[in-house]
């Protein structure tokens, strides 16, 4: 896109684009976002904004090239790129590679009609790692197939995206049915759709559940769309979803060794109102502590949406084999277990963690490698 005419005013920069018209750029952005600004090999902005005047006056504008050209009446000149200019109009959010609009299901999701990616594939390829990567966070859920036999062979497909996150269950975690259990996860029951760890301040973003054996009878995983049951609640019950996205609640999960709580409510919304996170875990959310006229109604919301989440309306279900590995967004997608029989064989899952950041960031990083 090209500029085809500058307008200078004192406090401000009006540029004329070829195709999307007008733009109004505050002096005092534009010299915040001057190149000189920043520091040549952090990029990180070295200038004190309070060493310049509430607004810079602007005294001549030019176009040279690929740049504008800024002179101001203190005697600074900028060569700010059109480029950056394009990139950053105010009142429009810059382009973002990790900004992948979630596409919402419920029950017509299929295990057949998953996003499936080759173990392999994904190891050796920038551009299969970047589909997946793409697919998995549009969808929330994807299956990587083609797993080595062995307990780190999921851990290595999730340390190709970043950093692991680590949780007083370890870097690492098994999934086995094992004696003393200090998680319900550990252990045969029937496991209800719930997110893991909504008691932490943050909780874990993507989660990689490695399939090492499943001989078991029973134990099948079930999946569903946390965005897709908020904003079928907000459709049909507003008042429900005004209390679960507005009235936090304790979260907590001890042991022996860690007393992990925070208050925060069962929806997130991000700036613009959208649904951003689910936090849901009945088995951990602690002695709800709002007031007492608020209770009833509240309760009311609560259930609403727990039997919400039992709907086979909203469920897709399968069973993991060896070699297979379930990935999905935690803050997103709920999931759960059917109750298993460990006297009919062995059960088997390992698992980690990492952060929605660290994926993002890797999906910006591809995107600038891959394009």
């Known amino acids: 896109m090209k500029i085809s005419a500058l ?16 733009v109004t750029y505050p002096t005092l952005w534009l010299r915040d976002n001057c190149p000189s600004a920043f520091h040549p090999q952090t990029e990180e902005r070295v200038l004190d904004l309070l060493s310049l005047d509430d607004e810079p006056v602007l005294v001549d504008a030019e176009r040279a090239g690929d740049e504008v050209i800024l002179h101001f009446a203190d005697g600074h000149v900028s060569r700010v790129p059109t480029a950056l200019l394009s990139a950053h109009r105010p009142g429009r959010a810059a382009q973002d590679p990790a900004a992948i ?23 050796d390829n920038d551009c299969a790692l970047r589909a997946w990567m793409q697919d998995t966070a549009e969808v929330g859920l994807s299956i990587v197939d083609g797993l080595d036999d062995r307990v780190d062979a999921g851990v290595e497909i999730a340390c190709k995206i970043g950093f692991l996150r680590e949780t007083n269950f370890g870097m690492t975690f098994e ?35 490695h399939c090492i054996a499943n001989e078991a009878e029973g134990g099948g995983s079930l999946f569903a769309d946390g965005f897709a049951l908020a904003d079928d609640l907000r459709a ?47 088995h951990i959310a602690a002695t709800f502590d709002m007031s007492a006229d608020l209770m009833p109604a509240y309760y009311r919301a609560y259930r ?68």
């Open 7 to 22: 307008e200078v005013r004192p406090n401000a920069l009006l540029a004329t684009w070829s195709k999307s018209g007008r």
């Open 101 to 123: 609009a979630p596409r919402i299901w419920r029950s017509e999701m299929t295990p057949a009609s998953l996003p499936r990616y080759g173990a392999a594939r994904i190891l």
């Open 175 to 209: 999934v086995v049915s094992k004696p003393d259990p200090n998680n319900l996860a550990y252990t045969a029951v029937t496991l209800p759709l719930h997110t893991d760890l909504p008691n932490q301040e943050v909780p874990p973003g993507f989660q990689f559940l």
């Open 236 to 282: 049909k019950d507003p008042d429900a979803f005004r209390l679960l996205s507005e009235v936090a609640i304790p979260f907590r999960f001890h042991d022996r060794d860690a007393d992990i709580r925070t208050h925060a409510p069962v929806i997130t919304l991000d700036r613009h109102g959208k649904v951003c996170e689910i936090r849901w875990n009945a």
């Open 304 to 371: 609403t949406f727990m039997a919400m989440t039992r709907d086979p309306a909203y469920q897709i279900t399968f069973k993991l084999k060896a070699g297979e590995m379930i990935v999905f967004d935690n803050r997103r997608v709920l999931h759960g277990r059917e109750a298993f029989d460990p006297s009919t064989g062995f059960r088997h899952l390992h698992g980690c963690y990492v952060d929605r950041g660290e994926f993002n960031s890797r999906l910006r990083l591809l995107a600038n490698k891959t394009h």
